[in-house]
Nanobody
């Protein structure tokens, strides 16, 4: 069974940092494009960052550029999202997702066919 599990969420003060991790079971993440998405209360889910398979090309939403960094750890079969300079606007449930074959921007959601359950990130003083 193919599963993605997110971890690392929590409560952090504005300006703080968190590192989210996406772990896979049943498949090797290195063969997949991995994306991080988030959904804030009352808002649609949006793409945050992604890393493409084969090339490891990364992409970021404008709202997180310069603050968030996505990376792979193939030895651990995980993909991490380092989040720095967090603000209350970053409060959301964060999801990781994976797909193997697709076209277009990896920040789009339609190609992803494996999703985790999400981890809550709350930025508040």
């Amino acid at each position: 069974q193919l599963q993605l599990v997110e971890s690392g969420g929590g409560l952090v003060q504005p300006g703080g940092s968190l590192r989210l991790s996406c772990a896979a079971s049943g498949f090797t993440l290195d063969y997949y494009t991995i994306g991080w998405f988030r959904q804030a209360p009352g808002k649609e889910r949006e793409g945050v960052s992604c890393i493409s398979r084969f090339t490891d090309r990364t992409d970021y939403a404008d709202s997180v550029k310069g603050r968030f960094t996505i990376s792979r750890d193939n030895a651990k079969n995980t993909v991490s999202l380092q989040m720095n300079g967090l603000s209350p606007e970053d409060t959301a449930v964060y999801y990781c997702a994976a797909y193997r074959y697709g076209m277009g921007s990896c920040l789009g959601q339609s190609a992803y066919n494996y999703w985790g359950q999400g981890t809550q990130v709350t930025v508040s003083s």
